[in-house]
Structure formats: structure tokens, C-alpha cells
């Protein structure tokens, strides 16, 4: 089972930026395809980015063109640079599996998540 710890979070005014990293335990992280979830207060938990373990990307609409993901499997670490935040960007962020069909962003967690970081977007 891998386990998953989010950081990078925090208070940011709209425009701004943030990089939040993934790391991973776990020797097999470098097979799968992981992604970026994030769940605002009174939503429902949402894919926003995905890679595969080739380093190939996808985006939901509504980050495209601002958030980028990558990810290093010898550091068994995921990142996401957040650039020109809005306010609706605020929630909290947590990475965990996706399928690994990137064609259209599919969750695939696994059952265990980790505490999230907490992304505010605000004046």
C-alpha cells in the first residue's frame, strides 16, 4: 500500500502561485498513474490533473493552462505548479491514483488518502 503526503498548501491572493509536491513511500510509485484531486468546502472531490508513469499529462478544463504536473519516480514525488489562482482554486489538495487511460481524467484511488494541504485563494 502506498502512502501519500501532501505539503505545500497556503494562503495566496488571486494571480498568485503555489507548488505543492506528493510524496510517496513505496519502491512501486513509478508505475502508476497518479493525479491531482482537490474538494472545496460543500463539493464533491474533484480530478483536476493526471500523469502517467511516461511523464504524459492531462488537465480538467477549468485548470488548463495554469496548473502543470510532473512528477520525479527516483524521489517517488509528484508536483503541481498552480499559476494565476482564482478563488474558486481554493480547496484542499490531495494526490492519489488515476486510471491510467489519460484520454479522459478517471479516478482510481487507493483506499488510503492523505491529510490533504489546504490552498486559499484570496484578497
Known amino acids: 500500500q502506498v502512502q501519500l503526503v501532501e505539503s505545500g498548501g497556503g494562503l495566496v491572493q488571486p494571480g498568485g502561485s503555489l507548488r505543492l509536491s506528493c510524496a510517496a513511500s513505496?519502491?512501486?510509485?513509478?508505475?502508476?498513474?497518479m493525479g491531482w484531486y482537490r474538494q472545496a468546502p460543500g463539493k464533491q472531490r474533484e480530478l483536476v490533473a493526471g500523469?502517467?508513469?511516461?511523464?504524459?499529462?492531462n488537465y480538467a478544463d477549468s485548470v488548463k493552462g495554469r496548473f502543470t504536473i510532473s512528477r520525479d519516480n527516483a524521489k517517488n514525488t509528484m508536483y503541481l505548479q498552480m499559476n494565476s489562482l482564482k478563488p474558486e482554486d481554493t480547496a484542499v489538495y490531495y494526490c492519489?491514483?488515476?486510471?491510467?487511460?489519460?484520454?479522459?481524467?478517471?479516478?482510481?484511488?487507493?483506499?488510503?488518502w492523505g491529510q490533504g494541504t489546504q490552498v486559499t485563494v484570496s484578497s
Open positions: 513505496g519502491s512501486i510509485f513509478s508505475i502508476y498513474a
Open positions: 492519489n491514483r488515476i486510471n491510467s487511460r489519460l484520454a479522459v481524467l478517471l479516478p482510481f484511488p487507493f483506499a488510503s
Open positions: 500523469i502517467n508513469s511516461g511523464g504524459t499529462t
